[in-house]
């Protein structure tokens, strides 16, 4: 690997796409992916999921809900992992941060590295910091194999969503 990595195009039109989205779950946590042509530099598509999270936690024996938490349904990431080697894979992960802020927390480094000392997939993640007024910032994030770690590579203006 040579060089900082690089920000994917993300289109206006799904940038807003994952700004409703965002919008919809909120006060929960929104997740899906965007998809674009394997190797390109742009993506095409959203594919939203259906935030888990809530089904596989104990109400009162878990400090962590959908308002602080997202995670994939099984279907979801069957799905996942099968488009990785389609035409039109998925290259950003996106979810929502509804404290307004965009950054990528210990939580989500932790679940994009499953385990490992390097990520899982090839995704670039894409943060939508929401509140109840306005989509207040969001933040594209992508790995650095020379920094071992997530590094910001676009950051865009929030949305009266
Ligand atoms: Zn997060």
Do not use: K
């Amino acid at each position: 690997m040579s060089g900082s990595p690089r920000a994917l195009t993300i289109p206006d039109a799904l940038l807003a796409a994952a700004y409703r989205h965002a919008r919809a779950t909120f006060p929960a946590e929104c997740v899906g992916w965007l998809v674009g042509p394997a190797g390109g530099d742009a993506v095409s598509a959203l594919r939203p999921c259906e935030n888990a999270y809530d089904a596989a936690a104990h109400p009162t024996a878990n400090d962590r809900s959908v308002e602080t938490a997202y995670a994939l349904s099984v279907a979801d990431c069957r799905e996942l992992d099968r488009a990785m080697s389609s035409a039109a894979p998925p290259r950003v992960l996106y979810h929502s941060h509804p404290n307004g802020r965009a950054y990528f927390s210990a939580t989500d480094r932790e679940v994009a590295l499953g385990g490992w000392d390097e990520p899982v997939y090839p995704l670039q993640q894409l943060v939508v910091g929401i509140d109840a007024a306005c989509v207040v910032e969001a933040r594209l994030f992508a790995w650095d194999a020379d920094e071992r770690e997530f590094v910001v590579v676009a950051t865009y203006a929030g949305a009266a969503a």
